[in-house]
């Protein structure tokens, strides 16, 4: 498993406002956006391409396009919807496909509980995107799904995640393509299953549920 942590001052910056319990929703949202944008720049540096000749105004030249099948960008609702703008933004030619997941705050156990993606993912490049990986059992139970669908590799795009949570993705993915890109690895899992110093409930500050 390949994992990229960003380190850049403005993501961090970003990342510090996000945290604070006295931004706001709208604030929370337009930031998530912002942040992805980022991080997919890097998230997208092995996407597939091709090779293509065209004219410019002066001259024949190469160069790449996006290669197809395209990519497919899948964020895990609730959470993740907060992200998806920012990385169309940077690929507007990809395909969505949604994961409902909610993870079952008493024994931490993901559950899925909508599902809206192409039947057959194979020779798919993946993307997923959900603010928050905490003890990684959404996201395993995520790369799961798509790789039992036939994905061939799976990107996911996280704000911010636990050493626990990325052991346990690492260990859970051996021997698949899977690459984590984290706007921040934080220090720990508390007791009741969220990152510290974290950012609270990603999907409560996203959408204004108190
Ligand atoms: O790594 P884990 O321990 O599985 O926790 C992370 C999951 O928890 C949050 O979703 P939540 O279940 O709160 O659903 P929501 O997006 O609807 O708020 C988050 O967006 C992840 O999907
Ligand atoms: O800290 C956490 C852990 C899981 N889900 C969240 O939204 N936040
Ligand atoms: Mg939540």
Do not use: W
Not at 77 to 94: F, S, Y
Not at 127 to 149: E, K
């Amino acid at each position: 498993m390949r994992v990229h942590v960003a380190d850049h001052p403005l993501i961090t910056h970003k990342l510090t406002v996000l945290r604070d319990k006295n931004t706001p929703s709208p604030t929370f949202r337009a930031l998530a956006e912002e942040l992805v944008t980022l991080l997919a720049y890097e998230a997208t540096r092995g996407v597939r391409t091709t090779e293509v000749t065209i004219q410019t105004p002066v001259a024949e030249t190469t160069g790449l396009a996006i290669s197809d099948p395209k990519p497919l960008v899948v964020p895990i609702l609730r959470a993740g919807l907060g992200m998806l703008e920012g990385m169309v933004k940077l690929v507007p030619t990809a395909e969505v496909g949604f994961l409902g997941m909610v993870r079952n705050e008493e024994t931490l156990q993901p559950d899925i509980y909508a599902e809206r993606l192409p039947d057959d993912l194979s020779n798919r490049q993946c993307f997923v995107l959900d603010p928050m990986l905490a003890t990684g059992g959404s996201l395993i139970a995520a790369i799961d799904y798509l790789f039992d669908r036939g994905a061939v590799d799976v990107t996911a795009v996280c704000l911010l995640g636990a050493p626990e949570g990325l052991a346990a993705v690492e260990k859970a993915t051996e021997g698949r393509e899977v690459t984590i890109v984290l706007g921040a690895l934080d220090e720990k899992l508390n007791e009741v299953g969220y990152i510290v110093p974290g950012l609270g409930d990603a999907g409560d500050r996203l959408y204004g549920t108190v």
